[in-house]
């Protein structure tokens, strides 16, 4: 596997990637020896093929926006996997671009001895998408200028036609030193590498592109500043494995405006350019980017529906998504996903594959729960273990859920990191005998009691008793006689027509220095559709002797409160 973030003899890769040190050196400036035969040790001979497209950009100069360059390329890919399949003289490329031996039968095409860079390195070649093909060729030098069509008889296959030819001065060291293709094609020990006339063959839609790089492994620097023809640079920086390049492109296209155009673009670049470490800013900003614009998923509903697979993983990815609960999360995924995978054998794969550690169950109701493991959707296997491995968690005492917790936030898998929902997570236990009872428990933070000061409320995920829904909701307000601000909890029964019903209820908070909850607030109340019932202070104090260090209600920075509910006979 070639190694896209390693530039030979590179100083900046024994140390850090100088775009984070600010004592790195400036690389020295080759750009006096650019194309100048005194400071060239061999002739790069690049023959431009035809593009196999009719009309469209042929190269990033021509495209308006990033929407002309992403058809345009998209366009080129599906042509050239067509082409592959009908060419017969030129081997069929990979996406794979490192060097090896000559393997061609040259009996076929006795003019040339042509080496496809997929032979170059075969134990690298594992990358599958590359979209443009090149090859590199190692001859004698000809006498005086060709004529783009002089080596026809080469072509006795029905190849890409040769439109142009451009012939530069290179200097081995310094291409070597840029990128391991080039050291690999200089040092390969073969006669041919010996040879003073190297040949490549490309595109014509790569041409700007290519010596955009040619002329930057001489200078460190670009002349394009246009999201397009970076991302063209980008994609030979690539095939070329020239990392640093890869790593100045990212950086310019980071420091240009973001959109959600071309944020998507950005996380759907081939695999070999995603896999690359020297891009990984540029991807973490495009993610960064669409879950801070799509936050609230309900607001931008009907937009995020019609995003791809990339955009919707980036935004469910993200800890600050503003929705109710992680039922509504996987509500919707379960909605995108049959809006866009129809056949139910593609669903359920793009759920198990990609969207399992999307979905964070742990955080999900006991009730939704229920409903995953009767999901068609969900292969039947598959959903076992993911609801199973929430209700451990559930049951886990809250150190080994911070724990838990604590090792995912490390990592790209964050199923048991919890979001900032608008409703609080609750852990409900319920009892049927001797009387339907359940036990709610509402932890909150601190800064979350602060962030309500002086009239917000924060309320909890629903839970059920008897099949009728309830909330707890904390508020801060001012006590009975308007004189001071304080700390109330409320319990609410959500509507749902016009059923009367009456319940006990006990409010306890978990106090110092024992720890144990103790008894607040008792009472009953004959619940109807809408209707709350609670204590506007709770703890009988004021709001600042409540939120004050010494206080005796918050226990590691984190409020523990109760709530009993009994259904009265």
């Known amino acids: 596997m070639k190694d896209h973030n390693l530039d030979l003899f590179d100083p900046r890769t024994a140390v850090m990637d100088p775009e984070y040190s600010p004592t790195h050196t400036r690389e020295p400036d080759f750009a006096f020896a650019f194309n100048d035969s005194n400071f060239s040790d061999r002739v790069l001979r690049i023959e431009i093929l035809?593009?196999?497209?009719?009309?469209?950009?042929?190269?990033?100069?021509?495209?308006?926006?990033?929407?002309?360059?992403?058809?345009?390329?998209?366009?080129?890919?599906?042509?050239?996997?067509?082409?592959?399949?009908?060419?017969?003289?030129?081997?069929?490329?990979?996406?794979?671009?490192?060097?090896?031996?000559?393997?061609?039968?040259?009996?076929?095409?006795p003019k040339e001895q042509i080496i496809s860079c997929n032979q170059i390195d075969s134990e690298d070649a594992d990358n599958e998408n590359q979209d443009e093909s090149?090859?590199?060729?190692?001859?004698?030098?000809?006498?005086?200028?060709?004529?783009?069509?002089?080596?026809?008889?080469?072509?006795?296959?029905?190849?890409p036609r040769v439109m142009k030819v451009k012939t530069l001065h290179i200097s081995s060291p310094i291409l070597a030193a840029k990128s391991p293709f080039f050291y690999k094609l200089f040092s390969n020990g073969m006669r041919e590498s010996e040879q003073r006339q190297v040949t490549l063959r490309i595109n014509a839609s790569e041409e700007a592109a290519l010596m955009e790089l040619l002329n930057f492994m001489y200078s460190n620097t670009l002349t394009t500043n246009t999201a397009p023809a970076l991302l063209d640079v980008l994609m030979a920086a690539d095939k070329f494995e020239v990392a640093s390049c890869m790593r100045y492109c990212s950086r310019l296209l980071r420091n240009l405006p973001m959109t959600p155009e071309s944020a998507l673009l950005y996380l759907e670049l081939p695999s070999s350019v995603l896999m690359a470490d020297a891009v990984q800013p540029l991807t973490d900003a495009a993610k960064q980017f669409l879950a801070a614009r799509y936050k609230d998923i309900t607001k931008f509903q009907e937009e995020v529906m019609k995003l791809p697979l990339a955009g919707i993983e980036a935004i469910l990815s993200s800890d600050d998504l503003q929705v109710a609960s992680e039922d509504a999360v996987y509500d919707f995924l379960l909605k995108w996903t049959r809006a866009h995978y129809p056949l139910i054998e593609e669903r359920r794969e793009i759920l198990s594959s990609r969207f399992g550690r999307c979905i964070r169950f742990p955080f999900m109701s006991c009730r939704k729960l229920r409903?995953?493991?009767?999901?068609?959707?969900?292969?039947?296997?598959?959903?076992?273990?993911?609801?199973?491995?929430?209700?451990?968690?559930?049951?886990?005492?809250?150190?080994?859920?911070?724990?838990?917790?604590a090792e995912e936030s490390a990592s790209t898998n964050r199923r048991f990191v919890e979001r900032a929902y608008k409703y609080r997570p609750v852990k409900v236990v319920e009892f049927e005998?001797?009387?339907?009872?359940?036990?709610?428990?509402?932890?909150?933070?601190?800064?979350?009691?602060?962030?309500?000061?002086?009239?917000?409320?924060?309320?909890?995920?629903?839970f059920h008793l008897g099949g009728q829904g309830f909330f707890l909701s904390a508020h801060c307000n001012m006590d009975q006689q308007s004189s001071f601000h304080c700390f109330g909890l409320f319990l609410g029964m959500q509507e749902k027509g016009s059923v009367s019903f009456a319940v006990d209820y006990e409010f306890a908070v978990r106090t110092k220095p024992a720890e144990e909850y103790v008894s607040k607030y008792k009472g009953n109340y004959t619940f109807t559709g809408g209707k709350a019932v609670g204590y506007r202070n709770l703890f009988a104090i004021p709001w600042t002797s409540f939120m004050a260090e010494d206080s005796l209600y918050f226990i590691n920075d984190v409020l523990h409160l109760r709530a009993e509910l009994t259904i009265r006979h």
Request: charged share 30%; glycine share 6%; aromatic share 8%.
């Open 134 to 159: 090149v090859v590199a060729m190692i001859e004698e030098p000809n006498s005086g200028d060709e004529a783009a069509n002089s080596d026809d008889s080469t072509w006795n296959c029905d190849s």
């Open 433 to 462: 005998l001797p009387r339907q009872q359940c036990i709610v428990y509402l932890d909150l933070k601190r800064d979350e009691c602060a962030n309500l000061f002086p009239s917000g409320r924060v309320y909890s995920q629903a």
């Open 371 to 405: 409903k995953v493991l009767t999901c068609n959707d969900f292969e039947h296997e598959f959903a076992s273990k993911l609801v199973l491995e929430a209700l451990f968690f559930k049951a886990e005492a809250p150190h080994r859920q911070r724990t838990q917790a």
């Open 50 to 109: 035809g593009d196999s497209i009719d009309g469209g950009c042929s190269d990033s100069n021509g495209c308006n926006s990033l929407a002309d360059w992403a058809r345009n390329r998209k366009r080129r890919r599906e042509d050239f996997r067509k082409e592959n399949g009908e060419v017969g003289c030129l081997e069929t490329m990979d996406e794979q671009y490192t060097l090896s031996s000559l393997a061609l039968d040259i009996t076929v095409c």
